[in-house]
């Protein structure tokens, strides 16, 4: 069975940073690309970032302030984010890529 623990959320207040943590399990970790994907109240869910085997990529929104990377022997992928902002507020949620996986997500409150 495929598990993806989020953890990591909280409130903070603009400006702030959080780092978030996914662990994974019930898969080959290694061998898929992990994303990010966060949605707000009332919103569609925003992709936000993915991490491959070899690859980085953004969306416009956070590029420059968040960074994904991954730690396959912990099978773990992070997203610091920094400079955060209260357009950022949304529950984060991980994905493992190519499947419909996803874990139960966790809540980013940027707020002053």
């Known amino acids: 069975e495929v598990q993806l623990q989020a953890s990591g959320g909280g409130l903070v207040q603009p400006g702030e940073s959080l780092r978030l943590s996914c662990a994974a399990s019930g898969f080959t970790f290694s061998s898929y690309s992990m994303s990010w994907v966060r949605q707000a109240p009332g919103k569609r869910p925003e992709w936000v970032s993915t991490?491959?085997?070899?690859?980085?990529i953004y969306a416009d929104s956070v590029k420059g302030r968040f960074t994904i990377s991954r730690d396959n022997s912990r099978n773990t992928v992070y997203l610091q984010m920094n400079n955060l902002k209260p357009e950022d507020t949304a529950v984060y949620y991980c994905?493992?890529?190519?499947?419909?996986?996803r874990g139960q997500g966790t809540q980013v409150t940027v707020s002053s």
């Open positions: 994905v493992q890529v190519g499947t419909s996986n």
């Open positions: 991490i491959t085997p070899r690859n980085t």
